[in-house]
């Protein structure tokens, strides 16, 4: 009986021997496989989402912002494009890639407009996504001439209707420059341009921009009642990447730049919410007493 409790041992350390240090090591690095642990890390939408929570400093875990990215019908995915993709959005599968909206990129300045913007509409819409538009904004320019400029595209043949995602306004540090003037000047032909934007189209626009850029530029309250696209490339959202302003609150979430797809990258995003929420959203960003064709 003894002989056969240590054969029984022998047999155990042998077989955690072999996983500990063979078989574990083999799937991580060979099969890029995932080991379940207390925290297991599970992905979806062609593992451009996980549940992995962010860390300040310290090593300590930050408080998430997400309602729960593995929750069914939690939260909403959605892609963002221009002519750097090319006319790969042809190709892209609604149901397959669990997208519920595109935003596409419209204008910048006060003349261009993305090569491709035009056509991604037209096939958004037959693949019935919902879709939205954004302007590159550039300080150096008038901010009502561009909010007539991004407001005419959006607004022709039907590009922005009442069950389209708002207007964006796309503001990064490229796009303020030395030409800018100073602080307060800067700050206040974006807020022109964003009530122009209002007051053409009917629709309350959206501010996207990252935490540096907003907390320099976007840091009193009367930039708060635009919502926010955030763009942070972190495995979660937590306030240390919201600008100030906001206090926290966000309605789009620009997670990654890399979600590839037939070797190009896309910009990923993900809605603060459910579709029935999205829809919603979109709802009230119609102002009040004024609706788009």
Known sequence: MLKNLVLALALWFLVEWAYTEKIKPFLKSELNTEIPTKNTTKKNCNNAVDN???KDSLGKQSKSLVKNLLLKDSVTYGLDISHYQGDLITT????????????????????YIDPTYQSNCTILKEKKVVRGAYHFYLCEFDPIDQAQHFSKII???????????????????SSMDTNC?????????????????EKITGR??????????????????????YHLWIAAYTKDLTANNIPSAWDNKWMIWQRSDSYSFQDTNFDFDIFNGNRLELRKFIRNTIVKNKTTN
């Open 155 to 173: 607004m022709e043949n039907n590009f922005l209707n009442i069950s389209h995602l708002p207007p964006v306004m796309d503001i990064e540090n």
């Open 204 to 225: 309350i626009p959206m501010i996207y921009t990252n935490k540096s850029t907003g907390d320099k530029y976007l840091n009193t309250p009367d930039f708060a009642k």
């Open 92 to 111: 892209l599968n609604k149901r397959k890639d669990s997208l519920y909206f595109v935003i596409c990129k419209a204008t910048e300045g006060t003349t």
């Open 181 to 197: 003037g100073d602080l307060k000047t800067a700050q206040n032909n974006i807020l022109l341009f964003l009530k122009e934007v």
């Open 52 to 54: 992995s929570l962010s």
